[in-house]
Structures are given as C-alpha cells and as structure tokens.
C-alpha cells in the first residue's frame, strides 16, 4: 500500500460546479499536510496547507480527518483555471522533519 | 524575487553516460531537497540538505545517485552510469527554516531528464 493515496481521476466538471477530493494516508504519526497544484509541464506550487481544524481560503476548503486519515480539498465555483492536477503531500514524520511524501496526484479539467 | 532555478532543463544522455543536474535555491533559504517526477506521478523524495549537511538520503535509488551542497547554496545532483529508468523530472525546493514541519518548499521548474 502506497503511504499517500489518492484518486487519479480524471475528474471531469464544468464550470461553477463544486468538486471534491480526498487523499489517504497511511502513517498516522503524520504531523503536517498540504495539498500543491501541478500546472502541466510546470512545477509543483503550495495551494494550501492543512490543519486541524480545517481552512478555507477563497474557493477552496481542506479538511483534516485524523480518525480516517485522510484528508480533502473542495473546490466551489470551479473555474476553467483551476484545471490541473492536485498533489496531496503529508510529512510522515519518522526520519527527517523535512521529507514530504507525495501522492500521484488527481487530475481536474474544468470544461465551459 | 529569484526563485528556485534548474539548469539544464532539458538533458538528453545515451544510457551509460554521467549527468550533473545544478540547483540554485533562493537565497538563504537553508534547506534544500531533490525530487524525482516520473510521468503520471507524485514527486519522490530523493535527498535533503540543511545548509551543507545531506541530512537524509533515503531516496536515492541507488548508489549511481551522488549529491553535494559543498557551500550550503548549489546544489548538484549527479547520476553515474545513467539507466532509461533514471528517465524523470528531476525537481529541487528550497525552504526558508532548518527544516521545521511546516516550512513551505518552493519548487524549481525541474530538469527533465531523458535516457536514450
């Protein structure tokens, strides 16, 4: 089993929809959470980190589910820039502080 | 300000050949990492540097997979011997802190490296 799952979609929506995903993981001493966009052919960029409470920022909601260990990230009022695929990363915490484990990612295309 | 910069971007390397990838992090940004893309997947975890000590390489592949940070800034990532599997985006981030858990890494826009 990988440690960080998720769904590789395609997920396919059209504009103004709501979508969401989820991203599993398996280490539950995992201590931090993010998820990244990854624009085709570019590098991974920081959306958002997620805490325990959850956060919003704007059109986008990540949620932490401690219990279930996984965690989600709802987009509302989906807009055609906001296809890409989305990278769930965990910090696993049982060697370096620093290391990140990526999942494959989902990818989402937003359609007129 | 200057991000993360990569060079080269682009290499392509006849299997068996050695390659040098180079990383400039943003500057004093104190950690710095490695990651290998394959097509169609997350980025893996290669190695970390803070400052000039490699703190974890856990996820070299092998032993053809070399990476220094001689002055705590550059980094170079060597692959001996190149294999079609070392065939990926190689991608570094840099991070401000010595390595905190929730240190934002900005990614450079990668070397994609080919093995014929």
């Known amino acids: 089993r990988k440690e960080v799952e998720q769904d590789p979609g395609p997920f396919n929506v059209p504009e103004g929809a709501t979508v969401a995903f989820n991203c599993t993981y398996s280490n539950s001493a995992s201590q931090s959470f993010f998820w990244y966009r990854q624009d085709c052919r570019k590098e991974p960029k920081l959306l958002m980190s997620v805490y325990s409470s959850g956060n919003e920022d704007g059109r986008f909601t990540a949620q932490l589910n401690r219990a279930s260990q996984y965690i989600s990230l709802l987009i509302r009022d989906s807009k055609l820039s906001d296809s890409a695929t989305y990278l769930c990363a965990v910090n696993p915490m049982y060697s370096s502080a620093s290391k990140i484990i990526f999942g494959s990612g989902t990818r989402l295309s937003i359609r007129p | 300000g200057a991000g993360v910069s990569q060079s080269p971007r682009y290499k392509v390397a006849k299997r068996g050949q050695d390659v040098a990838l180079r990383c400039d992090p943003i500057?004093?940004?104190?950690?710095l990492f490695w990651y290998q893309q394959a097509l169609g997947q997350g980025p893996e975890f290669l190695t970390y540097f803070q400052n000039e000590a490699q703190l974890d390489k856990s996820g070299l592949p092998s032993d053809r997979f070399f990476a220094e940070r001689p002055e705590g800034s550059v980094s170079t990532l060597k692959i001996q011997r190149t294999q079609q599997e070392d065939s990926a985006v190689y991608l570094c981030a840099s991070s401000h802190q010595r390595g905190g858990t929730t240190d934002t890494q900005y990614f450079g826009p990668g070397t994609r490296l080919t093995v014929l």
């Open positions: 500057s004093g940004h104190v950690s």
